[in-house]
């Protein structure tokens, strides 16, 4: 499971790269424009659908990393019990949060799908297209979170041992 689950958050990781080089195209094709005298409608609405879905995408490899920043200032005053029963809360808790971002955007999507929503740009792009790359990298986070919760609860170093770099 470990290795399916990490192979999960690189895949996803990957994704997010894959996004930011075509990012960097609409960019590029937006200077390549100006200077050649020519426009493509919606190279800016493009781009941010691309930054936006390598932004999401990218979460849960950067969590599994230990780079999410986190205030440690009270987590690190703490030993033994109180530490680990405040660190599964905060963990617990962000999970939960993660995990009605992951539906909320699930949401968005189908509702967007539903109703046939599509951007106000000069694209006018049926919008549940780029909101998949939000919700896939919201799913993905959760479940991320999730699963160093139950490290946690195992007693295994997770994002808590590879973090307090960051204090």
Do not use: N
Request: hydrophobic share 55%; proline share 2%; aromatic share 10%.
């Amino acid at each position: 499971m470990r290795r399916v689950l990490d192979a999960l958050y690189d895949g996803a990781a990957w994704l997010a790269a894959l996004f930011m080089v075509g990012l960097l195209a609409m960019v590029w094709l937006s200077i390549l424009g100006r200077q050649l005298h020519f426009h493509v409608p919606g190279t800016d609405a493009y781009a941010g659908y691309l930054m936006a879905a390598a932004g999401f995408l990218a979460l849960a490899h950067t969590l599994k990393r230990g780079e999410h920043i986190r205030v440690t200032l009270l987590l690190a005053r703490l030993r033994g019990r109180a530490r680990r029963a405040l660190e599964l809360w905060s963990i617990g808790a962000s999970a939960l949060l993660a995990l009605l971002l992951a539906f909320y955007s699930v949401r968005l999507v189908w509702l967007s799908h539903r109703f046939h929503d599509v951007s106000t740009a000069s694209d006018a792009t049926p919008l549940w297209l780029p909101q998949i790359g939000m919700a896939l990298g919201c799913v993905v986070f959760a479940l991320a979170l999730v699963d160093e919760w139950v490290l946690a609860l195992r007693g295994r170093s997770g994002i808590a041992a590879t973090s307090t770099r960051h204090e």
